[in-house]
Structures are given as structure tokens and as C-alpha cells.
């Protein structure tokens, strides 16, 4: 299996699988002298793992990252540090239930990659999915921590899920300390008590729901990205896009831009003290690929989680139809989850972006 690296200069590779004994990563390209020990990776995770209230997958587990390479401390460094070697992260897997797949292994889950992976390997791990499962992206959430430490703290990362199950907030009650108090990471809580309803009802019904994730950064400097084929915007769209479940991603105002005229659609500029001041942000602070200065905003839609509890109709392995149940612990909504993952994929991306800008212009 090929590409599970991304990134050009701050290049981040993923490993393992649900069921194995462990995952983590390997991240190259670090600069050195950056503070770097687990417990400023471990509230990122701690944002992210199962098991924490009833709306995620009730899978326990602890989620603990250790550092085994890439960092140093003596007398002469205030705490560790990271070397500019490889950095490598381990997380064990302490919780797996495989027994719970054992139904599913010959046949393909609907709206699974266990179909794709099949045609392409020849052979997959069916217990949770193996490396298509959402686990995978521990992995990737502990990256972003690294490259949180990278950006510093001028650049601010946020994300909250704004629909769920075409339930939308309202964004007049927007309150970014909400989604710290709520266990939908949103912003707006008035509609969290919908929520739980809609979850409650799904999760008897042994079904699931899709969702809208937004991130932004703020404290990015205009002039990150490239104008062709190291567009921001681009990079940013495929690094959610490779998020497990995600289905579709917008920048700015995305596709309502479809429906204004040019007149409503131009991020009008007036002269502030520090340089432009923009009236509005439809491009999501990004034009032709370069940063504006402005917040960096992302969508990304998230559909149902595939394992669901209702027979659904489909094939196995040798082109029998039947019928499928997947038993097991799963989100009912995988978006949920989805939220600190998005916030370390738009880490990941600007830390390389601002690593190959001071190369290229020698800024920061």
C-alpha cells in the first residue's frame, strides 16, 4: 500500500490499523529547537477519542501518545526539544474487539471500502476496517499537535461542527467557548438539545447521520501558498478530502459563491493600519492559491457512518447477494469526531506551507 505520506517539507506518514496492536506516525521535516513532550500532544487526542459520552463509539480507549524519537533535553535546552530528526509517535490500541467482525468477513459492508480494498489488494482486514477505518486518524490529530507547536501560538485553530443530520446552527448564537462546553463541538447551544434528540432516536434505530465540520486558523500572514500547482486552497481541499467519510469541502462561502453576482461575491478592500482590510471573506482568506491575511475557512461534509445496525443488501466476496448487519461500536455520527481531526489537517497544511514560504522568500 503506497501513499500514506503527505506533506512536501513538514512530510507526515501514518501507520497501523483498528485491530492492530498499535498506530502512530512518523513526521520528517521538523524544524529543531521547537518544545515538544506528550502532554502537549495529549489534550488534541483527549479532544478526539471514543468512549467519551453517549454519542460517540463507546470503544475505551485511553488514546496515551508516547514520544520514542526526535526530541532532547539536557542542561543546556529549557525542556525537551526537537531535534530536526524524524519524529516518531506511538499510540496502542488497547480496546479492539475483533470477534465483533467476524460476521462481516466475507461480506462488503455498503457505503465500506471493503468492496475497493478488496478489488484493488486482493486481500483486507475486516476487523473495523483496518486502514480505512476513522482509528487511522489518532495518528493524524497527534501531527497536528507537532505542527500546532511549529505554527506557534500567533496562529489560533479552531473547528466546530455547524449541521448534523441537516439540522444547522444558528450562526447569529455563535460563541467559539461553546464548543469546549458541548459534546458536538458547537458553537451555537441552543441547538445542542436537537442534537441529542436526533442522536438518541438514530442510535435506537441502530442507524447514523452525516454532519458539517468547519475549521479556521487565524494569525496567518498574507503570502503563504503558491499560485498554481501549490494552490492553499488545493491542498487544503485534498488534505480533508482525505479524511475518512468526508465527501465534500468548500472554502469561504464555497458553492453559495455559485449564486452571487461578482458585485456580492468581491471581498472588498479599504486601507486599515497594518494593510488591507477586507469587508468580507467569501474566498475564505485565500486568493489564487496565496493566503490574504484574513481567517482561513474550511468546510468539510461528513456522511453517515457506513456500519450500521439495519440490514442493508449487498454481495460477498464471491458475487453472492445477501444481506448485512454490522454489529460492533460506532459513531452514529462519525462528524462529531471529525472536528479535532479537520483542525489537525489544517495544522499539518499550514505548517508545511509556512516551512516552504520562509525556504522560498526567507519570511516567516
Known amino acids: 500500500m503506497s501513499h500514506n505520506s503527505f506533506g512536501k517539507l513538514f512530510r507526515v506518514t501514518t501507520w497501523g490499523e483498528s485491530h492492530g496492536p498499535a498506530l502512530g506516525t512518523i513526521i520528517d521535516g521538523c524544524p529543531a529547537g521547537i518544545p515538544l513532550t506528550e502532554s502537549l500532544i495529549q489534550p488534541w487526542l483527549d479532544k478526539r477519542r471514543p ?161 458539517i465540520v468547519e475549521v479556521r486558523a487565524s494569525g496567518i500572514p498574507a503570502g503563504w501558498g503558491e499560485p498554481v500547482y501549490g494552490k492553499l486552497d488545493a491542498e487544503l481541499a485534498g488534505a480533508m478530502m482525505s479524511i475518512p467519510a468526508a465527501k465534500g469541502v468548500e472554502i469561504g462561502s464555497g458553492f453559495a459563491n455559485s449564486a452571487m453576482s461578482g458585485k456580492d461575491a468581491a471581498d472588498e478592500m479599504r486601507s486599515g493600519k497594518d494593510g488591507p482590510v477586507f469587508l468580507s471573506n467569501h474566498n475564505g482568506g485565500v486568493l489564487g492559491g496565496i493566503s490574504t491575511g484574513q481567517d482561513i475557512v474550511v468546510r468539510l461534509a461528513i456522511k453517515p457512518t457506513s456500519s450500521i445496525r439495519i440490514s442493508r443488501r449487498t454481495l460477498d466476496r464471491d458475487f453472492n447477494e445477501t444481506e448485512i448487519e454490522t454489529r460492533g461500536r460506532h459513531d452514529p455520527c462519525v462528524g462529531i469526531r471529525a472536528v479535532p481531526v479537520a483542525e489537525a489537517m489544517l495544522a499539518i497544511i499550514l505548517a508545511d506551507q509556512m516551512l516552504r514560504h520562509r525556504g522560498q522568500m526567507g519570511q516567516p
Open 51 to 211: 468512549g467519551q459520552n453517549r454519542h460517540v463509539s463507546p470503544r475505551q480507549e485511553a488514546d496515551e501518545v508516547k514520544i520514542l524519537s526526535g526530541t532532547f533535553e539536557d542542561d543546556r535546552t529549557d525542556g525537551p526539544v526537537t531535534t530536526g530528526t524524524p519524529i516518531s509517535l506511538l499510540i496502542e490500541n488497547t480496546d479492539a474487539r475483533s470477534k465483533d467482525y467476524s460476521d462481516i468477513r466475507d461480506k462488503w459492508r455498503p457505503g465500506h471500502a471493503d468492496y475497493t480494498y478488496d478489488a484493488k489488494y486482493g486481500v483486507r482486514d475486516y476487523r473495523g476496517g483496518g486502514r480505512a477505518s476513522a482509528r487511522e486518524t489518532a495518528a493524524r490529530v497527534a501531527a497536528g499537535a507537532v505542527a500546532r507547536q511549529i505554527l506557534g501560538p500567533k496562529v489560533q485553530i479552531r473547528g466546530a461542527l455547524v449541521s448534523l443530520g441537516g439540522t444547522v446552527i444558528n450562526r447569529e448564537n455563535w460563541n467559539w467557548e461553546e464548543t469546549n462546553e458541548n459534546p458536538f463541538f458547537s458553537p451555537d447551544r441552543e441547538i445542542v438539545g436537537k442534537w441529542e434528540s436526533k442522536l438518541d432516536d438514530l442510535r435506537k434505530e441502530g442507524n447514523s447521520t452525516g454532519a
